[in-house]
RNA sequence: GGAGAGAUGGCCGAGUGGUCGAAGGCGUACGCCUGGAGAGCGUAUGACGAGCAAAACUCGUCCGUGGGUUCAAAUCCCACUCUCUCCGCCA
């Protein structure tokens, strides 16, 4: 949520905002007609409320003094006025709904610090590291090798789920677990504290971290009981403090492994192969809360910790600074990182950090007590570290030998007790 | 699923119709005391919204949520949610 404040006093800022992440303006005004409506209307109805309440004690000292026939009449005068606040309380109510649910379609203002840019195409890629191996052999793509050695087995998930899911046997099976149990462990070791967590979570906690009302059609929904399945630990990790005031000191640094779900609505031609896009898929998330004035280093250390599993597995990257066009709805800033794809040939989107600053903590009211003893709201940040998934299928394609065979990462070994595969 | 108990400020906890936004305590801030710290003493300390250039100012709202009764609700009535205890079922 963006602050109507900001929104009131400097629409302009708000304007280009929209500008910038090529979107309309006709939500911003609306949001700053029904902004001036509502304050009109409070000010009728706060002023006829504060009549009632003066003439309320003035019965009640009337009362005490048993003067009857004087409190007799005020009664008559403050039902009248009881029943005219009535009427314009209903008034100023609705206005201040419409307001709200509009306010929740307002994406976040993208910080100064993101490039501008239309699409994709102007992301800046900051930094790389590693270099994409040149074998000598044709590197099989995943998706041919999973079915080959029979270690990834897409007809049989298609048979319980559909198209989109996948069956992990053997030992990929214990390879993707031992990523997690690896990255948990890494995180763990640089003071991020080990959540496990619901998968489910009820409407408001998805309206708290911004993934609804907007994107409903991209969720999982359990409809006897309106709830949803999570498409990123993200959201029940954030909205874990929703309505609290944090105490202690900030930074607080979590990470939580999660089962993802998302129904990929309207990315039907994409990664039909393979399983770089399914609709359940494993992921560790990092999420910090931090002071505001500190949220931008943090965001350069969240992303420098998932690079770090990146760095640990020995595969290639790149960081990339997306551009205005393409940050999420709820994104002030974010880099992605991309791992190195053979079967691709390209690098592919492994993790996303974020800075989303206020906005989540104000959908959510999570805040601190500031130094000035002031309660403000924290920032929010997150960051995959990493899909596990991708991860898995950056293994095979970059750690595949000429025999067919994968090399088990280094840091990998002791959690799987062999050092080859396949 | 059945029965009961409860939900009040950052926390604990009093308060059953009219100066109650709410006693008391803890915590926090400042001051005194001290070589320094602690203890002790004193003072202050809810949130949100609107008005204003701004406010230490004024007004409004808020005692789980939503309705209702009343001139007036933390307090009375109804519904719901959540938590706890017990019973049943179950991984």
């Not at 393409?326 to 990182?337: E, N, R, V």
Request: charged share 30%; with cysteine.
């Amino acid at each position: 949520m963006v602050d109507i404040r900001l929104i009131r006093e400097n629409p302009e800022l708000v304007r280009k905002a929209l500008e910038n992440r090529q979107m309309g303006q006709e939500l911003l005004e609306e949001i700053l007609q029904l902004d001036a409506q509502r304050r009109e209307a409070l000010q009728i109805v706060e002023q006829k409320k504060a009549e009632r309440n003066s003439i309320s004690s003035e019965i009640a000292r009337a009362k005490a003094s048993k003067d009857n026939s004087r409190a007799q009449s005020l009664m008559d005068r403050a039902k009248e006025i009881s029943s005219e606040v009535k009427e314009l309380d209903v008034r100023t109510s609705q206005i201040e709904e419409e307001l709200r649910q509009k306010m929740l379609y307002l994406p976040n203002i993208p910080s100064e610090k993101t490039p501008v840019g239309r699409s994709e195409s102007d992301n800046i890629v900051v930094r790389t590291w590693g270099e994409p191996g040149k074998p000598a052999f044709e590197v099989k793509p995943h998706w041919d090798f999973g079915p080959e050695t029979g270690l990834i087995d897409f007809e049989r998930a298609a048979k319980l789920s559909g198209a989109r899911f996948v069956i992990l046997r053997k030992d990929l099976a214990r390879l993707e677990r031992a990523i997690m149990n690896f990255m948990l462990d890494l995180h763990h070791s640089k003071g991020y504290e080990e959540v496990a967590l619901p998968f489910m979570v009820k409407r408001e906690t998805m309206l708290a971290t911004g993934q609804l009302p907007k994107f409903e059609e991209e969720a999982y929904r359990i409809e006897p009981d309106d709830m949803f399945m999570i498409p990123t630990a993200e959201v029940p990790l954030v909205a874990q403090h929703g309505e609290e005031i944090i105490d202690g000191e900030l930074p607080r640094k979590y990470t939580a492994y999660s089962a993802c779900f998302r129904r990929e609505a309207g990315s039907y031609g994409k990664d039909v192969r393979g399983m770089i896009r399914v609709h359940q898929f494993d992921k560790v998330e990092l999420v910090w809360f931090t002071h505001p004035d500190f949220s931008y280093d943090a965001l350069e250390q969240l992303t420098a910790d998932a690079e770090d599993v990146l760095r640990k597995l020995k595969l290639p990257y790149r960081v990339v600074a997306l551009c205005t066009g393409d940050i999420g709805f709820a994104s002030a800033k974010t880099y992605d990182l991309e791992v190195w794809l053979p079967s691709y040939n390209t690098y592919r989107e492994i993790s996303s950090c974020s800075n989303v600053e206020d906005f989540q903590a104000r959908r959510a009211n999570i805040r601190f007590r500031d130094i000035d003893n002031k309660l403000k709201f924290v920032h929010c940040l997150n960051g995959s570290g990493l899909a596990v998934g991708r991860t898995l299928v950056a293994i095979i394609e970059n750690y595949q030998r000429e025999d067919g065979r994968i090399d088990v990462p280094e840091v990998l070994v002791p959690y799987m007790g062999q050092e080859v595969i396949g």
